[in-house]
């Protein structure tokens, strides 16, 4: 049986002026980060709808009905106005439904929901991710801070394994690459704190309603997820069990 994921976020475009003495010029220049995750989770047998953010903005499904052709959905550095302000609405003020509702209204009738930590997910820089108190947290095991939640840690920050039983981490118990920050979270009561970095939730599962959602606090490429983590020998394993997990496929 196919299993179907969609994967929005992980795409930017980075506008720069070169200033040359009494001269300037400017240059632009789009970028995904997404090569990695879509790479693991094909490699695991998934078959993976991309929306790149701009992609998204108008694209991303409004009901839940219409996100239940998908096992699983990830957002990945993504922030809640690019799904709650659709350009219909921003610019020609058409109301249109509460795409983080849909969210939250899927995983309780039986999907399954990944959020991938960065600059915007969860709270992200300048709490500009703005998913605390959205329908969106609601579909997650863990509580979201109210203010910027990144822990940067550019000297690196080793991942441990929290509860070595549960299957998102089989066969990954220990030697993890070290990551340079993530999103500060806490777990909700009821759910499972699979992994750490500190002190800190790194990965926790949990069920919600009938579904389920897992919380990722780190990145899935760079940044905060540097070149010896992308490219360790695990990290294929450990995307595609989060995403069978979540998606209720073990």
């Known amino acids: 049986m196919t299993k179907r994921i969609l994967v929005a976020g992980e795409s930017w475009t980075v506008h720069s002026i070169h200033q040359k003495g009494f001269d300037s010029f400017t240059t632009t220049e789009y970028a995904e980060g997404v090569r990695w995750l879509k790479a693991a989770l094909e490699k695991g047998g998934w078959e993976v709808t991309y929306q790149p953010s701009h992609v998204a903005a108008r694209e991303f499904p409004f009901t839940p009905e219409e996100l239940?052709?998908?096992?699983?959905?990830?957002?990945?550095?993504?922030?809640?106005?690019?799904?709650?302000?659709?350009?219909?609405?921003?610019?020609?003020?058409?109301?249109?439904?509460?795409?983080?509702?849909?969210?939250?209204?899927?995983?309780?009738?039986?999907?399954?929901?990944?959020?991938?930590?960065?600059?915007?997910?969860?709270?992200?820089?300048?709490?500009?991710?703005q998913y605390a108190g959205s329908g969106a947290e609601e579909a997650l095991p863990v509580t979201l801070m109210r203010a910027d939640d990144r822990v940067e840690t550019p000297q690196g920050i080793a991942p441990r394994v929290s509860q070595a039983s549960h299957p998102i981490?089989?066969?990954?118990?220990?030697?993890?690459?070290?990551?340079?920050?993530?999103?500060?979270?806490?777990?909700?009561?009821?759910?499972?704190?699979?992994?750490?970095?500190?002190?800190?939730?790194?990965?926790?599962?949990?069920?919600?309603?009938?579904?389920?959602?897992?919380?990722?606090?780190?990145?899935?490429?760079?940044?905060?997820?540097?070149?010896?983590?992308?490219?360790?020998?695990?990290?294929?394993?450990?995307?595609?069990?989060?995403?069978?997990?979540?998606?209720?496929?073990?």
């Open 68 to 129: 239940a052709q998908y096992d699983c959905v990830v957002l990945s550095d993504i922030g809640a106005n690019t799904l709650l302000l659709h350009p219909d609405t921003f610019s020609r003020s058409k109301p249109l439904p509460n795409r983080l509702h849909a969210i939250r209204d899927y995983v309780a009738n039986g999907g399954g929901f990944v959020m991938v930590g960065g600059y915007l997910t969860f709270q992200g820089i300048d709490a500009k991710g």
């Open 169 to 250: 981490v089989a066969g990954l118990e220990s030697d993890w690459p070290d990551l340079l920050g993530y999103n500060k979270v806490s777990a909700k009561p009821g759910a499972t704190l699979v992994a750490q970095v500190g002190d800190d939730p790194l990965i926790v599962a949990g069920e919600i309603g009938k579904g389920r959602g897992v919380a990722f606090t780190s990145d899935c490429g760079p940044h905060w997820a540097p070149p010896p983590f992308v490219e360790w020998t695990g990290y294929d394993r450990l995307w595609t069990q989060i995403a069978d997990w979540a998606a209720g496929k073990i």
